[in-house]
């Protein structure tokens, strides 16, 4: 049975990271990133992650966890004597997302490099041969997905018998995307005397067979559990027709700040982000069907502020942190509420203000209402239209929209050449066709942001008022302070 830390464990407004036991040298990285107060996570499970024991991490998401293991992992390889070797990690952080291990990975490169700590990230959908060369190099701390790392420790790439910390970070995901028995291979190459955390949101029955069989004595923390309520999350369920969810959509999106949208499907975000873009509506997607570099470049978009609008899968409904995401919004509410309770949490996230948003067509009334039932919130429940004056509350401000990009034209045919004169005929072509000929691909100034993967956001005025699919998207400007077009 896990122990538990008694109730006085202090909290994040009676102690500081020095007082935890931390190194100056963290502690000053902290300070230098603007992080000076631990969370109440971070407080309660350092005494113990310092000191070498086993802990058990419970809250939910948002509150604070990355830290909450980095730190001590860091601070306790900085103060161990064993060297860096070829393909031998001193510790792991298993990660359920190529995204999650991404951020993981770049909350700890400062705190890393102050240390003189060398890092790596390894999951699939890239090439392996990076991977490989940095693992040959040596790696201090090795963030990866399960499945990568399996195929490089089977190819004899990477040798798990050093590892001195395991974290398995979001282990309830895991088990939810069946990774459990892989993760379980894995654990069983680290040494049994090594250091285990575990932090997860809940803990499964999948989650209680990784603790019983590799955590040792582990001490418990639960702070926040995930059906916990955020005092700072407001919740919304707009009942719309459904001809005009998509009208709605568009009004609460437009709106100034980051809103992220969920679907259920791939396809429905990349259809849903296609419309929205068409609407005026800078947005980028994120399911698993894009490629890695994809990804990549449309999470820069939304966190650099060239597209305010993330359509995505649940894919992105853990561990995907950006700052300031002050709308969420469920264009297709969830199958089941924990579901609905970690995509709501990419908002609200850190002690900030947020407002979730479920749209809810007449079809819908029995499910929605069984899933705010079963995630334990209270949603207010308006029934709302295209322009109703509930939708500038639940996102204020002056709606702006761009042109939408052109369509992709094909390059004009080569004029064929005539003989012994190339030259002249060159000359004859445009610049702009010549250009697309030698490339054998339109040039850049013909190729649509969808065909680059990419969202156009070039200032424009509103779009003309058009016809997408069965719902029409009206321009709206201001006039006078008031909405014209409808």
């Known amino acids: 049975m896990a122990a538990r830390r008694p109730h006085n464990t202090p909290t994040s407004s009676d102690v500081t990271f020095a007082q935890l036991g931390l190194p100056a040298a963290l502690t000053e990285a902290l300070a230098a990133a603007g992080v000076t107060t631990p ?53 792991l952080i298993l990660a359920p997302t190529r995204e999650l291990a991404t951020q993981i990975a770049a909350s700890m490169a400062p705190l890393a490099e102050a ?37 490089h420790v089977q190819a004899g790439h990477a040798n798990l018998d050093a590892v001195e910390i395991t974290v398995l970070d979001e282990a309830d995901h895991m088990a939810d995307l069946g990774f459990l028995p892989v993760v379980r291979r894995l654990l069983e190459k680290t040494p049994r005397t090594g250091q285990r955390l575990l932090f997860s949101a809940t803990l499964d029955a999948g989650v209680d067979v990784l603790v019983r069989q590799f955590l040792s004595k582990p001490v418990t923390h639960s702070v926040d559990s995930a059906l916990s ?30 809103t992220v949208v969920f679907t259920r499907t791939k396809r429905g975000a990349k259809t849903l982000t296609r419309r929205l873009v068409a609407a005026g509506v800078p947005a980028v997607e994120l399911h698993g069907n894009l490629a890695q570099n994809a990804r990549n470049r449309n999470l820069t978009a939304f966190s650099d502020g060239s597209a305010n609008t993330l359509v995505a899968t649940d894919i992105a409904a853990r561990g995907i942190h950006v700052d300031d995401v002050g709308l969420v919004i469920h264009a297709d509410p969830p199958v089941e509420h924990k579901a609905y309770l970690h995509r709501s949490g990419r908002t609200a996230r850190a002690g900030a203000e947020g407002t979730v948003v479920t749209l809810m067509t007449d079809s819908q009334v029995p499910e929605v209402r ?21 939708l500038a509350e639940l996102a204020p401000g002056e709606r702006s929209f761009v042109a939408p990009p052109p369509p992709a034209q094909p390059a004009a045919p080569a004029e064929p050449a005539r003989r012994g004169r190339p030259a002249r005929n060159a000359a004859r072509r445009p ?10 691909a339109p040039a850049p100034a013909q190729r ?12 424009a005025a509103p779009p003309a008022a058009h016809r997408t699919g069965a719902s029409a998207f009206s321009a709206r400007t201001r006039v006078g ?3 014209s077009g409808r």
């Not at 610049?431 to 054998?440: F, K, L, N």
């Open 431 to 440: 610049a702009q066709t010549r250009t697309a000929t030698r490339s054998g």
């Open 229 to 258: 309520p955020v005092a700072a999350m407001a919740h919304h369920v707009l009942h719309v027709r459904d001809d005009e969810r998509f009208n709605v959509l568009v009004d609460l999106a437009a709106a100034p700040g980051r």
């Open 39 to 91: 969370f109440p996570i971070q407080a309660a499970t350092l005494p113990d992650s310092l000191a070498g024991r086993d802990v058990l991490g419970r809250g939910r998401t948002g509150s604070g966890k990355t830290y909450a293991f980095v730190l001590p992992v860091l601070a306790r390889l900085a103060a161990s004597r064993s060297p860096r070797r070829p393909g031998r990690p001193r510790a």
């Open 448 to 459: 649509s942001g969808s065909e680059r993967g990419e969202a156009t956001t070039t200032q």
């Open 481 to 483: 302070g008031r909405r």
């Open 115 to 151: 240390l003189s700590l060398r890092t790596l990230t390894v999951f699939g959908g890239v090439g392996a041969n990076p991977q490989i060369a940095g693992l040959r190099r040596g790696v201090d701390v090795l963030v990866a997905c399960p499945g990568r790392l399996a195929d």
């Open 370 to 390: 069984d899933l705010i039932r079963k995630a334990g919130i209270v949603a207010a429940t308006t029934r709302v239209r295209p322009g109703s004056p509930q």
